[in-house]
């Protein structure tokens, strides 16, 4: 899969990116502007959502979304659950909290499945 990783914690990345997401082809931004830049110019499959970043609440990003041709399926990956309540309220169609990041490729194959049927439909 094709992944946008809108995660500003580097740490966080660094240690779980190369173990839970080293099958896919992920491309890791900061911040609210430059996934709205990467959306606008590239197609990903899913968009790994944090809440709180940089520059902005990652329900910010769902009007960028919306517009979109084919939008990506979007997995909420909050430390909080607030911070994934709000990003499923706004859209997400799944969660996977930091804490449980090793279910990461479950969500992916849920996110997977579901992008294939609404191509199909």
């Not at 909290?97 to 996110?111: D, G, P, S, T, Y």
Request: with cysteine; hydrophobic share 50%; net charge negative.
């Amino acid at each position: 899969m094709q992944i946008l990783w809108v995660e500003d914690n580097v740490r966080f990345i660094q240690t779980v990116g190369p173990i839970y997401l080293r099958h896919h082809g992920v491309l890791v931004v900061p911040s609210l502007m430059e996934a709205k830049a990467l959306l606008a110019a590239e197609e990903f499959d899913a968009v790994l959502l944090d809440y709180d970043l940089q520059d902005g609440k990652g329900i910010e990003l769902f009007p960028t979304l919306d517009v979109l041709g084919i939008r990506p399926i979007v997995i909420a990956t909050s430390s909080h659950a607030r911070g994934n309540h709000k990003l499923r309220e706004a859209g997400a169609a799944f969660v996977c909290a930091k804490k449980e990041f090793a279910n990461i490729e479950a969500a992916l194959q849920l996110a997977s499945d579901l992008r294939h049927t609404l191509r199909e439909g």
